[in-house]
């Protein structure tokens, strides 16, 4: 069965630096997205990205937050420079177009510490 | 005010017995989705179920069934005969208009099934 998958499972990184998390959607879905979870709160949503472009974007997602598509596989999210706030578990999700449930699978998530 | 509201931090539910999980929404959008996702302590988001504003019938899935009841905004999951294995976070999440479809989650339930 087609799964998202997302690399680092978890990532420890120094406040002040740049990180990219990644992801590699199920292959024949259009629609992305990028959430997060800080420990023990609800999830958030962040950007959603369809057509190689964001289509929505929280206020979370500000300047220091990107993503990008960068060879039609795997769907990227970076922090340009991660604060100790940006700690949390941040999960890629993907839905296929026209979809009945409009389900959006999730991968694993990606923990990101930030000492 | 709280698009998803859960207002059950935690149960402890005996095994094999039914347990009701509840959601409540608020959306003047006439179209909308309504998801439950499950999340183990392994961190892995799971969905569960998933019923449309349109939907004539409740959604069932196994052992998993919704009691959506659309004048009172409430979409409640329903799982029959608990296992050990549903020990977990559940969370409603709500998908608002036809847009790009992000989801707006509850602060969720945790969920402890006793032997």
């Known amino acids: 069965e087609p799964e998202v998958t997302q690399t680092p499972s978890h990532q420890v990184t120094q406040m002040g630096q740049e990180v990219i998390l990644r992801c590699v959607p199920i292959s024949n879905h259009l629609y992305f997205y990028w959430y997060r979870q800080i420990l023990g709160q609800k999830v958030e949503f962040l950007v959603s990205?369809?057509?190689?472009?964001?289509?929505?974007k929280s206020e979370i997602f500000d300047d220091q937050f990107s993503v990008e598509r960068p060879d039609g596989s795997n769907f990227t999210l970076k922090i340009r420079s991660t604060k100790l706030e940006d700690s949390a578990m941040y999960f890629c999700?993907?839905?296929?177009?026209?979809?009945?449930?409009?389900?959006?699978?999730f991968g694993p998530g990606t923990r990101l510490t930030v000492l | 005010a709280q698009k998803i509201t859960q207002t059950q931090p935690g149960m402890f539910v005996q095994e094999k017995e039914a347990v009701t999980l509840d959601c409540t929404y608020d959306?003047?959008?006439?179209?909308?989705?309504l998801f439950w996702y499950k999340q183990p302590s392994s961190g892995e988001m799971i969905f569960l179920i998933y019923?449309?504003?349109?939907d004539q019938q409740n959604a069932t899935e196994g052992r998993y069934s919704l009691n959506f009841q659309k004048a009172r905004k409430s979409a409640n999951l329903v799982i029959s005969a608990s296992q050990l294995g549903d020990s977990a976070m559940y969370f409603c999440a709500m998908r608002e208009g036809d847009s790009n479809y992000q989801l707006i989650w509850g602060a969720g339930t945790k969920l402890i099934i006793k032997p």
């Open positions: 999700a993907s839905r296929r177009s026209g979809s009945p449930s409009n389900e959006q699978f």
């Open positions: 959306t003047s959008d006439p179209s909308y989705g």
């Open positions: 019923q449309g504003s349109y």
């Open positions: 990205f369809y057509n190689n472009e964001i289509s929505e």
